[in-house]
């Protein structure tokens, strides 16, 4: 919506995420949020992460949900002020969705 664009990278397994890079276009959310994910996610089970992201997405529907406890430093990044930017949030973890071929 605002413009933000993001390139990831990975380096996986089958099974496991090793490490996350990123080049982005983006405002200073989408930066911190990608940023963040590229730490909370190094040596997890990719299918984990699957549903945790898709949790994490759920956001838009219920701001109010609980987060896994791998993404509750992501709430900084929210709140009612800026709750319209919570596209801008979820955009890393879309990529990490896209690249992995998960529609979600």
């Known amino acids: 919506l605002c413009g933000d664009s993001i390139k990831?990278?990975?380096i996986a397994d089958?099974?496991?995420i090793k490490s996350m890079r990123y080049e982005a276009n983006s405002c200073?959310?989408?930066e911190a949020s990608a940023s963040l994910l590229s730490r909370k996610i190094k040596h997890s089970q990719i299918n984990v992460l699957v549903k945790e992201i898709t949790k994490f997405?759920?956001?838009k529907d219920n701001i109010?949900?609980?987060l896994p406890d791998k993404?509750?430093?992501f709430k900084k990044l929210?709140?009612?002020k800026n709750i319209n930017r919570l596209n801008c949030v979820i955009l890393p973890m879309e990529a990490f969705l896209k690249a992995f071929k998960i529609i979600s």
């Open 64 to 66: 109010n949900q609980n």
């Open 71 to 73: 993404f509750k430093d």
């Open 78 to 80: 929210i709140n009612k």
């Open 14 to 16: 089958k099974f496991k």
């Open 8 to 10: 990831v990278e990975f």
């Open 57 to 59: 997405k759920g956001l």
């Open 28 to 30: 200073i959310l989408c």
